[in-house]
Every structure is written in C-alpha cells, then in structure tokens.
T-cell receptor, first 112, second 114 residues
Framework: SQQGEEDPQALSIQEGENATMNCSYK?????LQWYRQNSGRGLVHLIL?????REKHSGRLRVTLDTSKKSSSLLITASRAADTASYFC????????????FGTGTRLLVSP | NAGVTQTPKFRVLKTGQSMTLLCAQD?????MYWYRQDPGMGLRLIHY???????AKGEVPDGYNVSRLKKQNFLLGLESAAPSQTSVYFC?????????????FGPGTRLTVL
C-alpha cells in the first residue's frame, strides 16, 4: 500500500507565486525524499531530509519535516513555467537498502 | 555517463505473450529496482536487487520475474502478459556505500497489453 499521501492532488498557480505541497506518511522513517517527474519522463531527485532534521533548503526549494505529525511539506518559491511537473514524496524506513515507498503525487501547473 | 537506460521505450503485447524489459546502469550501483506507475497510484515496487545474483520481491511481484546476472543489468520478465499489466515501468538504481541515498531513474517503458 502507499505510504505517502500527497495534498493537494493538483495545484495551478501563476509564475512568480509560491507552491506548497504536503505529504503525510504512516510509519517511522529514516529519511524522506522529494522527486520531480516531468510529463513522460523518469523521476528526478530533488532533496532528501533525514528524520533528525526539521528543515532543509536547496535553491528555491524548502522542505520541512514533522516526525511527530508524520508529515512533510515542499515549498517552491518564485515558481517558473519550467517547474510544471508532478512531485512525489518518498519515504525510506531505513531497512538497509534504500527501499523507498512513494506517495501518489501532486501535479503542479505553473502558467506564464 | 548514460545513467540508467531502459529498453524498449514502448511495447504493445497481446494477452498471453511474453517479453523482457532491460535496465542498464553505468554508475556501478549495487541496488536496482523495478517499479510500475499507474494513474493516481504513484510508483509501486515490483522487485529489487541488492547485488549481482540476488533478487527479492517488492510490493506487487505477482506476474513478474527478474534476474540480475550482471551488476549493471536488471531484467524484468512478463511470462504471460495480462491487461492488468498495462502500465509504465521504471527502473532505478542506487549506491549502497553512500548511506541514505537517492535513486536514479530510467526514462521508463510504456507497456500496453491488449
């Protein structure tokens, strides 16, 4: 079964606006990762946050993790049309070989 | 570096036919994975391998077999295809020795079973 549930399922914004998407998961994790998937392509890793971290930044991306609520959020600031993609969270329970369980994804549309 | 490559990119099968999907990676990764992606379902793990000659079942293994005869290759086989196996299949790999690490994905194979 899916570990992560993402919210919203779809998000439509204008260029320059911020986009926030959320991920909730069910079991204890070792780390949580966010991936981007452009239409018809494979997934590309964006950022990894460990269970002992609360916030992490990478360029225009900001990820937060609240292990007490079993939730994470991904913020994309000053969005661009090129950010249009589906975004997936993936949890690693730390079983020793990076077995990831993916959420259902958020489809982001950024209009010029 | 080509990263992770998959062949073929597209395939149409009739029910009952068999086929093999090939995944190759040139990053010397120990771990390799096969996922399927269906609309609204995210990615689900079919089988994975932690090293050459070793494979294990994932979340949805039924109807599939795998082999990892060489470290750089991971094959996914469908012995008797069913319409329920219509999906997009992704291969991924990751390194064992770098601790919590990212997975690198191939471009996918779109399979339709009629």
């Amino acid at each position: 079964s899916q570990q992560g549930e993402e919210d919203p399922q779809a998000l439509s914004i204008q260029e320059g606006e911020n986009a926030t998407m959320n991920c909730s998961y069910k079991t204890s994790i070792n780390n949580l990762q966010w991936y981007r998937q452009n239409s018809g392509r494979g997934l590309v890793h964006l950022i990894l946050i460990r269970s002992n971290e609360r916030e992490k930044h990478s360029g225009r991306l900001r990820v937060t993790l609240d292990t007490s609520k079993k939730s994470s959020s991904l913020l994309i600031t000053a969005s661009r049309a090129a950010d249009t993609a589906s975004y997936f969270c993936a949890t690693d329970a730390g079983t020793g070989f990076q077995k990831l369980v993916f959420g259902t994804g958020t489809r982001l549309l950024v209009s010029p | 570096n080509a990263g992770v490559t998959q062949t073929p990119k597209f395939r149409v099968l009739k029910t009952g036919q068999s086929m093999t999907l090939l995944c190759a990676q040139d990053m010397n990764h120990e771990y390799m994975y096969w996922y399927r992606q269906d609309p609204g379902m995210g990615l689900r793990l079919i089988h994975y391998s932690v090293g050459e000659g070793t494979t294990a079942k994932g979340e949805v293994p039924d109807g599939y077999n795998v082999s990892r005869l060489k470290k750089q290759n991971f094959l996914l086989g469908l012995e008797s295809a069913a319409p329920s196996q219509t999906s997009v299949y992704f291969c991924a790999s990751s390194s064992r020795d770098r601790g919590p690490d990212t997975q690198y994905f191939g471009p996918g194979t779109r399979l339709t079973v009629l």
